[in-house]
C-alpha cells in the first residue's frame, strides 16, 4: 500500500485464530497483516465465514489470537488484566450486528447511556450530564425526552442501532470496529446510519473499522478496502481502485453479485 | 388482454392485542396480480408488508384478524371458503409462502426430505415415499440443489443452502401465486444471488406461476420485479412499473426511499444521503389524511384533512394530494 502521511492507530501483523483441535480444526483468521490509520474509515468485506467477526472479536480483546499480534498507537495491546482492558476499551469500541442483543434488557436508555459517561470517568454535575446525553440523541436525530424513559425492546431495530451510535458519540473512542451494523435494519434505516458513521469520521475524526458482506455500502463510506476469504485477505487498497479494477477474480465475484442500479445483474 | 390471477379489493386486517387496543397495518389495500407477472412490494420495517403476506394467504391466527374486503383467486373468493377447502385446495397448490427467517423455519429434528414427504403425501395421495424421493430429486435437478442435502438435518447446511430449500419445499405443489417475504434478507450477498436466480428460473420454467415479492431492497426489485408497489402505514403509496419508480418517482415517498439507494456504482460517494425525519406512525392510532405528511417535506396544511384519493397518471397511481406536475416542479428545484 502507499504511504501515508496519517499515522497508524491499530497495526495487525500475521494474526492468525484456530478453534478446536484435531480434526475439528477451524482455521477463521489466517496470517492477517493490516494497518489502520487515524481518522479513515477501512472496510473488510468477506461472503459469511470469512473470518470477518472473528477478526473484529481479536482487535476488540474478546478472543486471545492464536499467533501474532496487533498493536494500537504504536504499542503491543495487552489484555492481561481487567484494568488494562477497560483501559483500552475506552480508545476501542464496537457496534455489532444485531441490535437487538446489544443492549442489557433491564437497563433503560438513560441507564446505558449514562453508563458511557461513566466509563469516561469524566466528573460533571448532573445537568451536565443530561446536556450531553440530550446532544448525543440530537447527533442521531433522535428525542432525549421521549426515550429516556424506555426499555430497549420497545425500540425497533433502526432506533436501537442508532442509540449504539449515540453511545459511540458519548464515548467518543479513537477507534471503531463497526461488525455489520446495517444487516438487520431496513435500507432506510440503513443510508442513515451510513451518514452518521460518516459524521463521526469527520468531526471527531475517528478511525472506523467497517466489516460488512455489502462491496456497495464499503465503497460508499470507506477509503480502504480489505477483501477476505478464507481466513485470508486476497485483495487490499484504496476504495476507488478495487471498485474500478478488481484484480482478484473473487473480488469481482463479490462486486458481481450486487445488485446494481444501472448495470443487468447477469441472471 | 393480461390474465388477472390474484384479485385483491380493499382488504382491511388488524392485530388485536393482549389490552384490547386493534393495529391496523393493512388498511384498505388493493391490488391486481396478473399471470406470469413479479409484484415488487417495497416499505421500510412496520409498513404492513409481512402482515399483508400473511392476510393474502387468507391464514388467519390471533392476534391477526381479518375485517373486511375479498381475495379473489380464478373467479372465488377465498375468505368466503370453509377452512378447511381452504387449506386443502388453496394453500400451497394455488397460493404459496416464503417465510423471512431461514433460519428457524425448519424443524431441527428432520431430515430434510421428511418435510417433502409430509407435503406431498398429504397432498397427493397415493404418493409413496419412494415417489416422493423421485420427485423432490427432479426438482433438485432442475434447481442445481446438491442431492444430498436432502438427508441433512437442517443444522448441517448453511443460511443460504437452508432458504434455497425452505424455495423449494414451499414451491414443491407448484403453486400459480408465491408469495416471498423478504427471502433473502438474512443472507450474504452471493447467496442472496443464487436465491434469487432459483426463484427466477422456477418462474421461467413454469413451476411458479406468478409472484409478488417483498422486500425493502430497491435495488433488488430493480433486477426482479415488473411492477412494484411502494406501501408506506398500511396504505399503499404509489404504484407504477419497475422502471417508472425507481428511476422516476413521483410519490414524496417513494422518492426518499429511491434516495436510500447504496449501490457500488461510481459517483456514489459523493452523494449524502438525507435521512427521513421522524418515524412511521403509530398504527394503533386512527389516521385521517395522508399518513406521510408528518415526515414529507411537501407538505400543506390540506393534506391531514381529508383521505387522500389515488391519482392515475399514465398506467401509474400515488396518493398525494399534490399532483404530478407541482411534485415534480419541487424536486427540479432542489
Not at chain 1, 481518522?39 to 501474532?68: D, F, N, Q, Y
Not at chain 1, 456497495?216 to 486476497?234: E, N, P, V, W
Not at chain 2, 388477472?4 to 379489493?9: A, E, G, N, P
Not at chain 2, 420454467?205 to 430497491?218: A, K, P, Q, R
Request: aromatic share 8%; with cysteine.
Amino acid at each position: 500500500m502507499e504511504m501515508n502521511d496519517k499515522k497508524v492507530i491499530m497495526q495487525g501483523d500475521k494474526l492468525a485464530k484456530v478453534f478446536g483441535h484435531g480434526s475439528g480444526k477451524v482455521t477463521a483468521v489466517e496470517e492477517v497483516s493490516f494497518k489502520f490509520f487515524e481518522g479513515e474509515i477501512a472496510s473488510v468485506i468477506g461472503e459469511s465465514g470469512s473470518g470477518k467477526t472473528t477478526l473484529a472479536k481479536i482487535l476488540l480483546g474478546l478472543l486471545r489470537p492464536s499467533s501474532g499480534n496487533f498493536s494500537f498507537r504504536g504499542k503491543e495491546v495487552d489484555m492481561s488484566s481487567f484494568k488494562k482492558r477497560k483501559a483500552y476499551w475506552q480508545d476501542v469500541q464496537a457496534i455489532f450486528q444485531d441490535p437487538f442483543s446489544s443492549f442489557n434488557q433491564f437497563y433503560k436508555v438513560e441507564k446505558v447511556l449514562r453508563d458511557c459517561l461513566s466509563l469516561k470517568g469524566v466528573k460533571a454535575s448532573r445537568d451536565e450530564n443530561l446536556g450531553k446525553m440530550k446532544e448525543a440523541c440530537r447527533f442521531v436525530n433522535m428525542d432525549f425526552d421521549e426515550l429516556y424513559n424506555k426499555y430497549p425492546f420497545e425500540l425497533s431495530g433502526g432506533q436501537m442501532q442508532r442509540l449504539m451510535i449515540a453511545r459511540i458519540f458519548l464515548l467518543n473512542p479513537a477507534f471503531l470496529i463497526a461488525d455489520e451494523p446495517t444487516t438487520m435494519i431496513d435500507a432506510c434505516s440503513r443510508s442513515t446510519v451510513m451518514d452518521m458513521l460518516l459524521k463521526l469520521k469527520n468531526d471527531n475524526n475517528m478511525a472506523i473499522l467497517f466489516i460488512t458482506h455489502d462491496i456497495g455500502l464499503a465503497y460508499y463510506i470507506s477509503d480502504t478496502i480489505y477483501i477476505m476469504q478464507h481466513g485470508r485477505i486476497i485483495e487490499s487498497g484504496k476504495a476507488e481502485s478495487i471498485i474500478t479494477g478488481p484484480r482478484h477474480p473473487d473480488t469481482k465475484k463479490l462486486l458481481d453479485d450486487v445488485p446494481k442500479l444501472h448495470e443487468s445483474w447477469g441472471l | 388482454m393480461e390474465e388477472t390471477i390474484l384479485d385483491v379489493r380493499d382488504l382491511h386486517t388488524c392485530y388485536r392485542t393482549r389490552l384490547g387496543e386493534t393495529v391496523h397495518p393493512v388498511d384498505g389495500i388493493s391490488l391486481a396480480l396478473n399471470k406470469g407477472e413479479v409484484l415488487g412490494i417495497a416499505g421500510e420495517s412496520g409498513c404492513g408488508k409481512s402482515t399483508l403476506a400473511l392476510s393474502l394467504m387468507g391464514f388467519y391466527f390471533p392476534p391477526l384478524r381479518f375485517i373486511s374486503g375479498s381475495i379473489i383467486i380464478e373467479d372465488t373468493d377465498i375468505m368466503t371458503l370453509p377452512y378447511v377447502r381452504l387449506r386443502k385446495d388453496y394453500l400451497g397448490k394455488k397460493i404459496a409462502y416464503i417465510p423471512q427467517s431461514a433460519m428457524n423455519a425448519l424443524n431441527p429434528t428432520g431430515r430434510v426430505i421428511g418435510f417433502f414427504e409430509d407435503i406431498l403425501t398429504e397432498h397427493r395421495k397415493n404418493t409413496g415415499r419412494k415417489q416422493v424421493r423421485r420427485i423432490v430429486e427432479e426438482r433438485f435437478e432442475m434447481l442445481r440443489l446438491p442431492r444430498r442435502a436432502l438427508n441433512c438435518y437442517p443444522n448441517e447446511l448453511s443460511g443460504g443452502m437452508k432458504q434455497r430449500i425452505i424455495i423449494a419445499i414451499s414451491t414443491i405443489l407448484d403453486p400459480d401465486i408465491l408469495i416471498a417475504d423478504e427471502p433473502t434478507s438474512a443472507l450474504d450477498v452471493s447467496s442472496q444471488r443464487a436465491a434469487i436466480n432459483m426463484l427466477l428460473r422456477l418462474i421461467k420454467e413454469g413451476y411458479v406461476g406468478s409472484m409478488i415479492f417483498i422486500t425493502h431492497e430497491l435495488p433488488l426489485l430493480r433486477h426482479v420485479a415488473d411492477n412494484i408497489m411502494v406501501m408506506y402505514a398500511g396504505k399503499i403509496m404509489e404504484t407504477g412499473t419497475m422502471s417508472d419508480i425507481i428511476f422516476n418517482p413521483i410519490h414524496p415517498y417513494s422518492k426518499a426511499l429511491v434516495s436510500s439507494i447504496i449501490v457500488p456504482e461510481k459517483g456514489i460517494k459523493s452523494i449524502s444521503f438525507p435521512s427521513i425525519p421522524g418515524a412511521p406512525p403509530n398504527l394503533k392510532n386512527r389516521i385521517t389524511g395522508c399518513r406521510f405528511a408528518d415526515r414529507c417535506r411537501y407538505d400543506t396544511a390540506d393534506c391531514r384533512l381529508s383521505d387522500i384519493p389515488d391519482r392515475e397518471w399514465n398506467g401509474r397511481k400515488y396518493r398525494c394530494i399534490l399532483d404530478r406536475r407541482t411534485l415534480e416542479g419541487e424536486y427540479g428545484n432542489e
